[in-house]
């Protein structure tokens, strides 16, 4: 509905002069990101919030006490301490979003370049199945690269912690 032809966001762009009435908003990379950004941004949200919920505020206080800014605040004092709430939160989205084959495929149209695209249009239609293999394992890689480096991060903080 966002992106129809008749929608909301072309009759506003169309106002505003920023598109051409005979602009279509489909089958562009901008619709692709606009789309998966709407699908995915609640899986984000949700340990964004619950991070700085546990967030201790005063500690904001106390930056201010004693001299630090506002931007100083938000870069030295709040965003290490919803750090952790950060990369869960890119982490949820980053691995359904990377494998995306609908959103890309109905939104992108036929030329999406999207790696589940390519996987899918490999296994379907090519039925190179060796070629769909190797971008699928190179798909695992991408995906479980990250997910080690975080588990490796968290399990070594923890040790510190202990140690202390």
Known sequence: MILHPDGFLKTALVFLGIVAPDTTLLYHEGSV???LVYAYLP???LPLYSAAA???FSLLEA???LGAGMWQQIFR???PGIRAGIVNAMLIVFIPALGSYVIPEIVGGPSSEML???IAHRVFIDRNLPKAAALSSILLMFILLPTVIS???RSGNKKEVELL
């Open 33 to 35: 990101l606009l789309v």
């Open 54 to 56: 546990k967030f201790d």
């Open 151 to 153: 588990l490796f991060n």
């Open 63 to 65: 930056g201010r006490d």
């Open 116 to 118: 589940g695209n390519k």
């Open 77 to 79: 004092i709040y965003l």
């Open 43 to 45: 899986f984000a949200v």
